[in-house]
Structure formats: C-alpha cells, structure tokens
C-alpha cells in the first residue's frame, strides 16, 4: 500500500453496466411478510411496497419498463 490511503477496491478496470448505448439494469428485491423492499442499479432508486396484490401491480410495470438482466429475491 501506498502513502496512508486505504486499498477498497482490487487494482484493475472498473466494471461497466453499459450494454451498446444503454446501461444494464439490476433489481434486487428483499421479501417480508409485510413488504418487498425493491432496489435497482446503476440508478441506485429504492422503493417499497406492500407484498399483496396491489404492491405487486405497483411494481410489476417498473420491472417491466426497466428491462432488469437480473432480478435477485431475498
């Protein structure tokens, strides 16, 4: 390590969301009972909604619009 700045990343290229001329999109979504906690990357957006029919109808057509890659459930 150089000088007294912390390492927090490996040395090398950053890794790039763009595919062509848009960004790749990740969702990840935490289950509750109660609530899905929705997050998506690059955007770095995050919601919440209920985990019953309405939140479902909410955020079904923001996946959708969205495009994701990836759509990790915890």
Known sequence: ???????????????????GDRMECFIGIDVSKATLDIAS??????????????GLAEVLPQLVERHPALVVLE
């Not at 990357?41 to 309405?54: F, I, R």
Request: glycine share 6%; proline share 9%.
């Open 1 to 19: 390590m150089s000088g007294d700045r912390p390492r927090i990343r490996k040395a090398g290229p950053r890794r790039s969301f763009a595919v």
């Open 41 to 54: 990357l690059p955007e770095a957006e995050s919601w919440t909604v209920t985990n019953d029919d309405a």
